[in-house]
């Protein structure tokens, strides 16, 4: 109880920190300098959440409900880690062979064998970050699994499908982000992971817009950080970006210019 107190209390504060990071730019003529500020919170807000999520992940697949792949003993653990996550997402247990089971549906029809990252799960790897369309929900989703084995053996994987529409509410909500401020993630292929705006989420920018836009997105995938300028929708927009070194993706701020 008090861990989870001052889990809570550390979230609230650092919430705190990025609404007061965003008013900050918002009334500041000097976007470059203090949108990092705004910039670091909002990044932080996405990372932190799936990093959590896979924490709890490698922790349930080190008991022995998770190495015994048995789908009676591994539903309660999974059901409860369902039930924390705060962006509805679908939680899963995968078997060697592709076959997976949900907290909420048992056994799917389905099989995850295709999947671009199940190879890497099997090499004993962690996923996080990878975009999919969820076979579970069909919504638009973030991958975020740890493997478990027993006695050096791959035997199945935790996975999370986060739904990347509620992710992007999430972080706008609590850094209480300005009207005038565009927040969005690239994945490493140029796709938008997350947006402000859900109807962005999962476009690969570089294919509408303004020719500006192509070339400030082709910038953000070859530089590690910097500021870029372009025009969408014939309004000029200042960004902000900066590419994480944990999940690959690329972090934009983006304010309208007059």
Do not use: C
Not at 60 to 68: E, H, K, N, Q
Not at 95 to 106: I, K, M, N, V, W
Request: hydrophobic content about 45%; charged content about 25%.
């Amino acid at each position: 109880m008090i861990r989870a107190l001052m889990i809570a209390l550390a979230f609230m504060a650092f919430t705190a920190t990025a609404s007061a990071a965003s008013k900050a730019v918002a009334a500041s003529d000097d976007f470059s300098t203090d949108g990092r500020m705004a910039l670091g919170a909002y990044r932080a807000l996405a990372e932190d959440h799936l990093a959590g999520i896979l924490a709890a992940e490698r922790a349930l697949a080190a008991t022995s409900d998770a190495r015994s792949a048995d789908w009676a003993r591994i539903k309660p653990a999974l059901s409860s880690l369902a039930k924390g996550i705060t962006t509805e997402a679908a939680v899963w247990y995968a078997l060697p062979d592709g076959r997976y089971y949900t907290a909420d549906g048992d056994l799917s029809k389905e099989s995850l064998k295709d999947r671009t990252y199940f190879p890497d799960l099997l090499a004993g790897k962690a996923v996080e970050g990878v975009l999919v369309i969820s076979k579970s929900t069909g919504h638009r989703s973030i991958i975020v699994a740890a493997p478990v084995t027993k006695d050096g053996k791959i035997v199945g994987a935790v996975g999370v499908s986060v739904r990347a529409r509620l992710l992007a509410s999430m972080i706008v909500q609590k850094a209480r982000m300005p009207d005038n401020f565009i927040f969005y993630a690239l994945d490493g292929e140029g796709r938008t992971a997350i947006h402000k705006d859900p109807d962005r989420m999962f476009e690969h920018p570089a294919d509408i817009g303004d020719p500006s836009l192509r070339a400030a997105v082709n910038t953000i995938l070859k530089t590690p950080r910097g500021v870029v300028a372009y025009e969408f929708r014939g309004k000029r927009r200042k960004a902000l970006f900066e590419t994480s070194e944990i999940s690959g993706w690329h972090f934009i701020l983006a304010r309208s210019e007059p």
